[in-house]
T-cell receptor, first 112, second 114 residues
Framework: KNQVEQSPQSLIILEGKNCTLQCNYTVSPFSNLRWYKQDTGRGPVSLTIMTFSENTKSNRRYTATLDADTKQSSLHITASQLSDSASYICVVSAGGSYIPTFGRGTSLIVHP | DGGITQSPKYLFRKEGQNVTLSCEQNLNHDAMYWYRQDPGQGLRLIYYSQIVNDFQKGDIAEGYSVSREKKESFPLTVTSAQKNPTAFYLC?????????????FGSGTRLTVV
């Protein structure tokens, strides 16, 4: 069964600090992995998308990494801002499948 | 700009009523999806549609119905058979034929039973 596990479930950091969120998956055959940011009461917004051959991808202060051998991904947030407070969702798609597998998300709170 | 639009943003339903949530996309995506999100939980798939006039049940289809008469539109009806409809509903679309890239979400509809 395809699964996506995210850790930690929640995280509290001070403004300006860095943090790293983790995503482990057992989706096969792997097609692509996305990280989304979801603000409270809003729809998820895509941050990055990576395929099998990509190890790192950046989007402003967000850097995602992918290790296809260990089936792990991380999302690193640099110099956090109050606006980074949100849920971050890891989504993995299998080749040939219409339905991606979603993680439960990591809730990030950035305090001033 | 291309995107996916859900309406209304907030919806209140009396017990025993059916309500319909709208989802429209102008991204020329072939596939569309409906998800339900409850507090502290991940997204759960209700229905999805690969092409016009065809749709498939997801994990929690009971009490819901959909139609796909146009490529751009995928409305969701929450029927009176859905015992606990209060939730946040998200519509999404994707270009499956291009490797399912561009998996895009709408801004959501919050449904409350009163």
């Amino acid at each position: 069964k395809n699964q996506v596990e995210q850790s930690p479930q929640s995280l509290i950091i001070l403004e300006g600090k860095n943090c790293t969120l983790q995503c482990n998956y057992t989706v096969s055959p792997f097609s692509n992995l996305r990280w989304y940011k979801q603000d409270t009461g809003r729809g998820p917004v895509s941050l990055t998308i990576m395929t099998f051959s990509e190890n790192t991808k950046s989007n402003r202060r967000y850097t995602a990494t992918l290790d296809a051998d260990t089936k792990q991904s991380s999302l690193h947030i640099t110099a956090s801002q109050l606006s980074d407070s949100a849920s971050y969702i890891c989504v993995v798609s299998a080749g040939g499948s219409y339905i991606p597998t979603f993680g439960r998300g990591t809730s990030l709170i950035v305090h001033p | 700009d291309g995107g996916i639009t859900q309406s209304p943003k907030y919806l209140f339903r009396k017990e025993g009523q059916n309500v319909t949530l709208s989802c429209e996309q102008n991204l020329n995506h072939d596939a569309m999806y409906w998800y339900r999100q409850d507090p502290g939980q991940g997204l759960r798939l209700i229905y999805y549609s690969q092409i016009v006039n065809d749709f498939q049940k997801g994990d929690i289809a009971e009490g819901y119905s959909v139609s796909r008469e146009k490529k751009e539109s995928f409305p969701l009806t929450v029927t009176s058979a859905q015992k606990n409809p209060t939730a946040f509903y998200l519509c999404a679309s994707s270009n499956f034929l291009q490797g399912n890239y561009g998996y895009t979400f709408g801004s959501g509809t919050r449904l409350t039973v009163v």
